[in-house]
C-alpha cells in the first residue's frame, strides 16, 4: 500500500474528515486532498502529524521514509540518464533535426489536456518542454526554427500553468505563465502573449486577487488583432469575471456582450485548438461563471441559460473541443444559478453528474466551487427542505 493510499485507509478508519485531519497537520483540505490522492507528494511534516493524529504507530512516517528513499534514487538515476542523454544531443548534431515533431507534441497535448487529469500532461508538457528548451540553449538548431522553438516552448509553459493551477498551486502556476509570457516575447507572438495574459488573469482569480486580475486583462488587449483569433473573446469575458466579483453587474454584462461582439469579428482562426482555443461552449461556460458571482435575478437568470448552452455544445460538439472538467464546472454553476432563483430541485438535478465522480477527478475547481454550493443550500431559507439537506450531505461526503 502507497504512503498516500495508507494515509486515506487510516483516516477513514478513524472516522476523520479531511478537514478534520487538516485540523492536525496545519495543510488546508484541498492539499490532503492532493495527498491523498498522490497528485502532490505529502512533506515529511505532513507525515509525522498525521501519524499523530491517526494513532498509526510510526507506520505512516515509515511508508513515507522507505517512498522517499525511493524518490530519492529514481531522481538520481533519472539526473544521470538526462545528463548522458543531453550529451548525446549535442554529439549527433541536433542542427540537422526537424522541428516539426515537437510541434506536433504540442499540438497534441493541447487537445488531450480537455479530457485528462492534470497530473499525466504535466508530466508530457515537462518532457517535451525540456526539447525545446534544450535546443535553444545548445544553439542546435537553424537560425529561422528559433522564433518557432520559443513559441513551442511557451506553448508547453502553458499547459505546465493550467496544470498546476488545476492542482491547486497558483504560484507555481504563475511562474509557468511568465515564462510563457517571457517566450511569446522573445518569438514575437502576439496571440501567444495574450493568451498568456488571460492565464495570469485566471490565476489571480483563482486567488481571489479580481484587481490585479483586471490588470492582467487590459494589459492583454495590447496583443489582440481585430478578428484575429479568440483571444480578444477570452480576454473579454475574463474581464466579465472580474468585474462580477466586483460587483459590478453592468459592466459585467457589458463585458460579455463585447465578447460576443469579439467572436463575430474573428476572421482568422486560432494557431492552435485544445487548450489554446476559445471554443464557442467555453466562451458560455465563462459567462455562466461570471453572473453567478452576482445577486441573482436576471444575472442568475442569464447565468443559467449561458451554462446550460456550454453543456449542450460540449455534449454535442467535436470530441477535441470537450473540456470534461470544465463540463463539470458547468453543471456546478448551473446549480449555483438555480439556488440563487430558488429552485432547489433543479440545482441538485444540474448537480447529479458531479456528485458521481471519483475522487481523482475532482481538480481544485471542482472542490471550491461545490463548496460554495453546499454553503448556499446551508442558508436558514433552506431549513427543513430535504433536497437542500440530502444535496448539502452529498457534497460534504464528495470532499471527505
Avoid at 489571480?204 to 473573446?233: I, K, M, P, S
Avoid at 469575458?237 to 456582450?257: I, K, M, P
Avoid at 438535478?349 to 481523482?360: D, F, G, I, M, Y
Wanted: net charge negative; proline share 2%.
Amino acid at each position: 500500500m502507497t504512503f498516500p493510499e495508507l494515509l486515506r485507509t487510516l483516516r477513514m478508519e478513524a472516522g476523520m474528515s479531511l478537514a478534520g485531519l487538516a485540523q492536525h497537520v496545519h495543510y488546508d483540505r484541498t492539499s490532503l486532498h492532493h495527498f491523498e490522492t498522490g497528485r502532490r507528494p505529502a512533506p515529511l511534516e505532513v507525515a509525522e502529524a498525521a501519524d499523530e493524529a491517526l494513532s498509526a504507530d510510526g507506520r505512516l512516517v515509515a511508508q513515507w521514509q522507505a517512498e522517499d528513499l525511493e524518490r530519492r534514487e529514481a531522481a538520481a538515476a533519472h539526473r544521470t540518464r538526462a545528463a548522458a542523454l543531453a550529451m548525446s544531443r549535442d554529439l549527433t548534431a541536433l542542427a540537422d533535426l526537424d522541428i516539426a515533431e515537437l510541434q506536433e507534441g504540442v499540438a497534441v497535448t493541447a487537445v488531450d489536456y480537455l479530457a485528462s487529469p492534470p497530473g499525466p500532461m504535466m508530466d508530457r508538457a515537462h518532457t517535451l518542454r525540456g526539447e525545446a528548451f534544450e535546443r535553444i540553449r545548445s544553439g542546435h538548431h537553424r537560425a529561422q526554427d528559433r522564433s518557432d522553438l520559443y513559441v513551442a516552448a511557451g506553448r508547453l509553459s502553458g499547459v505546465l500553468s493550467y496544470a498546476l493551477l488545476d492542482m491547486g498551486d497558483a504560484d507555481e502556476a504563475l511562474e509557468h505563465a511568465t515564462a510563457a509570457g517571457r517566450c511569446a516575447e522573445f518569438a514575437g507572438d502576439a496571440e501567444l502573449a495574450a493568451w498568456v495574459a488571460g492565464t495570469k488573469s485566471l490565476i489571480a482569480r483563482f486567488q481571489g486577487d479580481y484587481g490585479r486580475a483586471l490588470e492582467y486583462v487590459r494589459d492583454g488587449y495590447q496583443w489582440v488583432g481585430h478578428g484575429q483569433g479568440t483571444g480578444e473573446a477570452r480576454l473579454r469575458c475574463g474581464e466579465a469575471q472580474c468585474l462580477a466579483n466586483l460587483g459590478n453587474s453592468r459592466a459585467a454584462n457589458a463585458a460579455l456582450d463585447g465578447a460576443e461582439k469579439a467572436r463575430e469579428r474573428i476572421r482568422r482562426p486560432d494557431t492552435l485548438e485544445g487548450l489554446f482555443g476559445f471554443s464557442r461552449a467555453k466562451q458560455s461556460y465563462y459567462a455562466g461563471s461570471s453572473l453567478i458571482w452576482l445577486q441573482g435575478g436576471h444575472d442568475a437568470e442569464r447565468a443559467q441559460r449561458q451554462a446550460l448552452e456550454a453543456i449542450d455544445l460540449w455534449q454535442a460538439g467535436p470530441v477535441e473541443e470537450r473540456s470534461l472538467d470544465d463540463e463539470r464546472l458547468a453543471h456546478i454553476y448551473l446549480a449555483t444559478a438555480r439556488v440563487q432563483l430558488d429552485d432547489v430541485e433543479g440545482a441538485a438535478e444540474a448537480l447529479s453528474a458531479v456528485l458521481s465522480l471519483p475522487v481523482e477527478d475532482q481538480i481544485s475547481w471542482i472542490v471550491k466551487r461545490m463548496d460554495r454550493v453546499a454553503g448556499m443550500l446551508s442558508a436558514p431559507r433552506y431549513a427543513g427542505n430535504q433536497t437542500a439537506a440530502e444535496t448539502v450531505e452529498a457534497i460534504n461526503a464528495l470532499a471527505a
